[in-house]
């Protein structure tokens, strides 16, 4: 039964409304022509979400133009794809690591078998199902040729970045130390945080949501160090600061860092360095051990 106290829902707007709100509210637009069709193409509600910023008491602050919002939402879009690069790189690399792993201690189908992990019944479930709805040819070829017995380093392909983390998780303290050991500078118990900080802004870039001024409810693990350098484990950067542990190639961290500081650069008019996290001598922290 619906209480009468429950608001109605808004009635939509038209694009020419919108600017109307927009202006309303101290919004300088000085070419409605162009800012409807930005709004054609960039839904309302979405571009909204960058003006939180650059408000006070739902008015924005004076002198802010609509080619200011517009500017912060393509800073953003490029700092996703920038940053989705480098995630997918780690994503790729645990892949092979577990799947390596996993192979060479327990057997091809070692990851069936519930002895060599913890809280494994929920991962063997989502594996099943997603084993079910490919529609990946070598998933086909394995199901036919040697009656469903999928290797691991077959079906790890099939994972999820979110189910690979659990995975990982899941693994015996031993299994993940010599993980740890054989590829990375850290400590497992701090890759467990960092993976499954890495399949959060995954999932944020994948489905093209905010990273700028975005509190994150996915905090990276650090070490006491890294917290005396005064990083924000609640903003994108703390998730930078571990991504060049989990890059070990110097040569690409290093290229990640130009073409950030180029894009940062462009957008300097614009982009406050405290709304994702960033410290003034940035370049310095991401580089530091490397």
Excluded at 61 to 90: C, G, K, S
Excluded at 165 to 173: D, G, P, Q, T
Excluded at 187 to 203: D, F, T, V
Excluded at 205 to 227: I, Q, V, W
């Amino acid at each position: 039964m619906y209480s009468n106290n429950i608001p109605s829902i808004k009635r939509p707007t038209t694009f020419e409304e919108q600017v109307e709100i927009l202006k309303s509210r101290g919004l300088v637009i000085s070419d409605v022509d162009s800012a409807i069709r930005t709004l054609q193409r960039i839904n309302y509600y979405r571009l909204s979400a960058y003006t939180l910023s650059l408000k006070k008491n739902d008015q924005f602050l004076p002198d802010i133009t609509f080619e200011h919002v517009v500017a912060l939402y393509e800073f953003d879009r490029r700092f996703r794809y920038l940053i989705m690069e480098m995630v997918e790189q780690v994503e790729i690399a645990f892949r092979t690591h577990i799947s390596y792993h996993i192979a060479h201690t327990y057997g091809p189908l070692g990851h069936l078998n519930p002895q060599h992990f913890d809280n494994h019944d929920a991962f063997l479930a989502e594996l099943e199902k997603e084993l079910k709805r490919s529609q990946e040819l070598f998933i086909k070829h394995h199901y036919e040729k040697y009656e469903g017995k999928i290797p691991v380093w077959v079906a790890i392909e099939v994972l999820s970045f979110g189910a690979l983390s659990k995975l990982f998780s899941n693994m015996k303290n031993d299994d993940k130390n010599q993980i740890a050991k054989r590829n990375y500078r850290a400590p497992a118990i701090y890759l467990e945080s960092w993976l499954k900080c890495m399949s959060y802004i995954r999932n944020i870039c994948a489905h093209y949501g905010r990273l700028y001024n975005r509190p994150l409810t996915s905090k990276p693990r650090l070490d006491r160090k890294s917290k005396q350098l005064g990083i924000d484990q609640g903003k994108i950067f703390a998730h930078l600061y571990v991504l060049k542990d989990l890059i070990p190639d110097r040569d690409k961290w290093l290229n990640f860092i130009i073409r950030l500081e180029a894009l940062l650069s462009e957008y300097s008019e614009v982009v406050e360095l405290d709304r994702i996290g960033f410290p003034e001598d940035w370049e310095a922290v991401l580089m530091m051990g490397r």
